[in-house]
């Protein structure tokens, strides 16, 4: 699901952080204060990946899912594309049946992972993950990736987008979860151009304010350097050459080497 060479490929959303939501608008609080099940304030908390909980292997022994080949948690009915979230309690609650596994012979989200990082099935180098290079890792990005990332400039899901159970999915239409400041439509070389002070304000709310405004800029230099060069691309290049940041700089001259 390639996206136009010269705007990012967005894997992730474009929205508010979905972790926020879910549990500010309290998706997962009702089922269970509706019900009566949860004596006190004190006695549950509420986790959307706000906390060291596996959650993946609870989500597979409640029977919700079992954990596919790209480490994804993956149903017969929803496929990969939810959210996980858990309720802590202090109450005794009837265990679930432990979900069995449906992945069969199945290697396509190994085989499309663009840097090879599942290395076995349920097994993922987080070092050559696209989504951990360009979220999580704060620093340069190995030049061995680069020219797998391709465009992607947030994340990347190419694991979950072959995966067959998908085609089960369904779209939740979630207000805050769509597309905000044009980022569904803007190029490589407008979003290049944000000032640190629009990158604050128009990832505002979002988890895309995770890579900061150094990473936002690294990341979209290795993109610009993979796109097709154009004056537009080497003019928008050459204007960060001079950059504060080291990192930015680095990235920004690998890509104008990049003929």
Request: net charge negative.
């Amino acid at each position: 699901m390639p996206a136009q060479v010269d705007q990012p490929q967005w894997l992730v959303q474009l929205g508010d952080d979905s972790m926020a939501v879910l549990e500010q608008e309290g998706y997962l609080r009702q089922p269970y204060t509706s019900a009566g099940r949860v004596p006190t304030a004190q006695g549950y908390r509420v986790f959307v990946d706000s906390a060291p909980v596996l959650e993946r292997a609870l989500a597979r022994n409640a029977g919700l899912g079992w954990i596919g080949k790209n480490a994804c948690v993956i149903n017969k009915d929803a496929g990969s594309w939810f959210f996980l979230g858990e309720i802590y309690v202090d109450l005794p609650l009837p265990t679930d049946a432990e979900a069995s596994a449906h992945c069969g012979t199945c290697t396509r989200c190994i085989d499309i992972c663009p840097t090879q990082a599942i290395i076995a099935p349920n097994r993922i180098d987080a070092r050559r993950c696209i989504s951990y290079l360009t979220i999580e890792l704060k620093g340069s990005i190995p030049e061995e990736f680069r020219k797998a990332i391709g465009n992607r400039i947030f994340g990347c899901d190419d694991c979950q987008l072959i995966c067959p159970w998908n085609k089960f999915a369904k779209r939740f239409d979630e207000p805050d979860f769509r597309a905000r400041n044009d980022l569904d439509r803007a190029t490589l070389v407008e979003l290049f151009a944000w000032t640190e002070e629009q990158f604050l304000q128009r990832t505002e709310g979002s988890a895309i304010r995770r890579t900061g405004y150094e990473g936002w800029l690294r990341n979209i230099a290795v993109a610009l350097g993979n796109a097709p060069r154009s004056e537009e691309t080497t003019a928008a290049l050459e204007s960060r050459r001079e950059h504060a940041s080291e990192i930015v700089r680095e990235h920004v001259e690998w890509a104008l080497a990049r003929t």
